[in-house]
């Protein structure tokens, strides 16, 4: 099977092998933000293992069902946008992914194996952003230099350190920040300076779950095609939970729509795509 990577080829149809979905291009379709366009990229998953696989995972909290019977694979370097309505399960599959939350059954492999601690050096991580006030103690590099230990986190850093905080901070265009006081940045330069810090072990996979939340809408478009140039020239692998469905769909190679179980998983800009979005949030 071929899976397209960020973007998609202009006045086009493109047939996916092995798979019933098409990429249908509307010439006329209007967006609320000006986006780039971008070439697409097939990555072949044939004989190839999935980077993340669940296998009929279920999620329970007390008697409620939250996710039912998932059956997922994701493949090195895709960017994965995952949508559904509140309360669809989206944050609870993504902390089980992480295996902060323990499935009720079914099985979750990171890397071909069950996560194990070792593994989150290679797993960054980015939770729902809360603005950092402007008097909070810290710099730039104090935040992202956080990334690199599990305890002791304000101790000094030894000059390895430093050189990886730097280079994580370069990966998201703010190099010139390491010595900023981080209450002094805006909302969407807090929310790359966490990014910096999920990227200072350089992992394999970046999870993210509703990294524009607290953004203006003048910054998430800066964001996400941030998240892109990481996915194109890193060749990270992204999950990333997002509520504007628009904005989100451009950039991403795949889209999974969630509602206790997988109600689509497939191509983000074709009729049946728009078709289960219409159901899963316009339809009470």
Known sequence: ????????????????????????????????????????????????????????????????????????????????????????????????????????????????????????????????????????????????GMGLYKKNLFKPFKKDDIDKIKLALHKVNMGSFFDRPIGHLSGGEQQKVLVAQALVRDPEILLLDEPTSALDFTMVEDFLRLLQDLNNNYGLTLIVIQHNLEILRPYCSRLLILKGSIMYDGLPNIPRADELIKRVFLIQ
Do not use: C, W
């Open 1 to 144: 099977m071929f899976i397209l990577r960020n973007g998609r080829r202009n006045g086009s149809e493109m047939k996916i092998m092995n798979n019933h979905y098409h990429i249908h291009e509307h010439h006329n379709h209007e967006h609320h933000v000006e986006k780039r366009e971008v070439q697409p990229t097939l990555i072949n998953t044939n004989n190839k293992s999935p980077i993340i696989e669940l296998e009929d995972v279920s999620v329970n909290y007390g008697k409620n069902i939250i996710l039912n019977k998932i059956n997922l694979k994701i493949f090195r370097g895709e960017y994965i946008g995952l949508i559904g309505k509140n309360g669809s399960g989206k944050s609870t599959l993504m902390k089980s992914i992480l295996g902060l939350i323990p499935p009720e059954s079914g099985t979750i492999k990171v890397f071909g194996k069950p996560i194990q601690s070792e593994m989150y050096d290679k797993i960054g991580y980015t939770p729902q952003m809360h603005p950092i006030q402007r008097e909070f103690p810290a710099t730039v590099g104090d935040i992202v």
